[in-house]
């Protein structure tokens, strides 16, 4: 009985969206396919959905001081935005007041690519280059100890970056 009341209420939906589509004031318009892809940009923790491209640490040291240097500060630290690097060990400790950051609070480094991806730089939003976006990450990751000075990120390579609070996330579960 409730399937039949959901299926009518559906048709009575639809059919009076179709009679409203030819009365509304006719303002805006449908997302082209590109406009679309420029927002499907999710990333999985095993990497799905990661772009082509690569970047290393030193490239993404300039990357950093060009673009993220003024609100995140030197090194990752002391910004009027949030810190980036240091934390590790904080988070979980009685007594201790946690200090969140890439390398300790963030679980996957996809994760944190995939926000750097769609927020950053703040003033400019999904600007960074795939390349850029790499290398910035290796330059974070390292600056955080979890990464060595010469190591290269891509696709294949970062989901394989183990974060130190990796499991500190308990997976949602329904009703709990």
Request: include cysteine; glycine fraction near 10%.
């Amino acid at each position: 009985m409730r399937s039949a009341l959901l299926s009518i209420a559906l048709m009575l939906t639809l059919t009076a969206s179709v009679a409203l589509a030819d009365t509304t004031p006719n303002l805006g318009r449908l997302a082209s396919p590109d406009e679309i892809s420029s927002y499907d940009i999710d990333v999985s923790p095993d990497g799905t959905g990661l772009p082509p491209g690569s970047g290393t640490v030193e490239a993404g040291e300039t990357v950093y001081a060009q673009k993220c240097l003024a609100c995140h500060g030197a090194n990752g630290v002391r910004g009027t935005a949030p810190r980036l690097a240091g934390g590790q060990g904080t988070i979980g400790v009685p007594n201790v007041r946690p200090v969140k950051t890439v390398g300790s609070f963030w679980p996957y480094a996809t994760s944190f690519f995939a926000y750097v991806r769609r927020a950053m730089p703040y003033d400019k939003p999904k600007s960074l280059t795939n390349d850029e976006l790499y290398a910035v990450s290796a330059y974070v990751l390292q600056l955080n100890g979890l990464i060595g000075k010469d190591d290269v990120m891509n696709a294949q390579t970062l989901p394989k970056v183990r974060m130190p609070n990796r499991d500190g996330f308990k997976p949602w579960v329904r009703g709990e």
